[in-house]
């Protein structure tokens, strides 16, 4: 069995060409230009390329992007009077905090002071409350994990009743991921440093959602015969064979795996241009919303 490739590059352009379509049909129904606010304090090369990135990609599809950088040693009130600014500016419908935030810094508080419906990461802590709650539904989901539900669907996986597994356990992918698996019926298991036997539980698996920073971690006997797998890890490892000296891989080892799942994301092409074409979705909704 050779599994099939989830092209998640195809996918995100699919969404973001709705996008730019959502973005022209509210201008020429009176409507304002969606704009993207990015909070970035510190010199993090790897969040300096996000932001980068995302900014170009706003302006693909004719959203604003307003870049805001603050030095390492910003104050928590600095941070905070500027997310409390960019809540009140009306240019201003989506509002973004790279991170991580230099650990000086009080994270959960700043992401406390984005405005609910401008929280287009999804990380306020009530916007990831509602998620958790039965019958709720937050404001915004955040990208990365909705991206993978995305790619799973899109792959034709059945989720309803399905046992899934998510390696990581991170405010940012795994736990968000889970919570969006269990809003799909399926059963899941949270996997994290002290699981037991945690290659046998990933045998189990009919999906596999692997975001726990460890290059080429899960190995193809890992992997249940016919299991989606979608591969959020990005590392970096020594390569002498290329230019840079590196190549990137995922947390899964994906020539093994490709020969026993079903379907499989690669790394790079798979979730990465996922996160971005749906943080470009929530801020034209939130654009929407604002009317």
């Given at each position: 069995m050779t599994a099939a490739i989830i092209d998640g590059k195809a996918i995100a352009a699919e969404i973001r060409a709705l996008v730019a379509d959502g973005v022209e049909a509210l201008a020429s129904g009176g409507g304002p230009t969606p704009g993207l606010a990015a909070v970035l304090v510190g010199d993090n090369p790897a969040s300096q390329t996000y932001v980068r990135m995302k900014r170009k990609k706003s302006a693909e599809v004719g959203i604003d992007s307003f870049a805001h950088e603050l030095p390492a040693d910003s104050s928590q009130e600095d941070v905070e009077a500027l997310v409390e600014r960019l809540n009140a500016d009306p240019k201003v419908h989506g509002i973004l905090v790279q991170l991580p935030l230099p650990e000086s810094l009080d994270e959960e508080a700043v992401l406390a002071k984005v405005d609910l419906n401008k929280d287009v990461d999804g990380f306020h802590p009530i916007n990831i409350?509602?998620?958790?709650?039965?019958?709720?539904?937050?404001?915004?989901?955040?990208?990365?994990?909705?991206?993978?539900?995305?790619?799973?669907?899109?792959?034709?996986?059945?989720?309803?009743?399905?046992?899934?597994?998510?390696?990581?356990?991170?405010?940012?992918?795994?736990?968000?991921?889970?919570?969006?698996?269990?809003?799909?019926?399926?059963?899941?298991?949270?996997?994290?440093?002290?699981?037991?036997?945690?290659?046998?539980?990933?045998?189990?698996?009919?999906?596999?959602?692997?975001?726990?920073?460890?290059?080429?971690?899960?190995?193809?006997?890992?992997?249940?015969?016919?299991?989606?797998?979608?591969?959020?890890?990005?590392?970096?490892?020594?390569?002498?064979?290329?230019?840079?000296?590196?190549?990137?891989?995922?947390?899964?080892?994906?020539?093994?795996?490709?020969?026993?799942?079903?379907?499989?994301?690669p790394v790079p092409g798979g979730v990465g241009p996922m996160t971005i074409a749906g943080l470009l979705q929530n801020t034209l909704t939130a654009a929407q919303r604002s009317r």
């Open positions: 409350g509602r998620l958790a709650q039965k019958g709720r539904e937050p404001a915004f989901v955040p990208a990365t994990p909705a991206g993978c539900i995305t790619l799973l669907k899109h792959s034709g996986a059945d989720l309803e009743g399905a046992n899934a597994v998510v390696l990581g356990r991170s405010n940012i992918v795994g736990m968000p991921a889970a919570l969006l698996l269990v809003k799909e019926n399926a059963t899941v298991t949270i996997c994290h440093s002290r699981t037991k036997d945690l290659a046998q539980v990933c045998r189990g698996a009919d999906v596999l959602i692997a975001a726990i920073g460890r290059a080429e971690m899960v190995r193809g006997d890992w992997i249940k015969p016919g299991a989606y797998v979608i591969d959020v890890g990005i590392n970096r490892v020594d390569d002498a064979s290329r230019e840079r000296g590196y190549r990137l891989v995922g947390d899964v080892a994906f020539d093994e795996a490709l020969e026993v799942a079903g379907a499989i994301t």
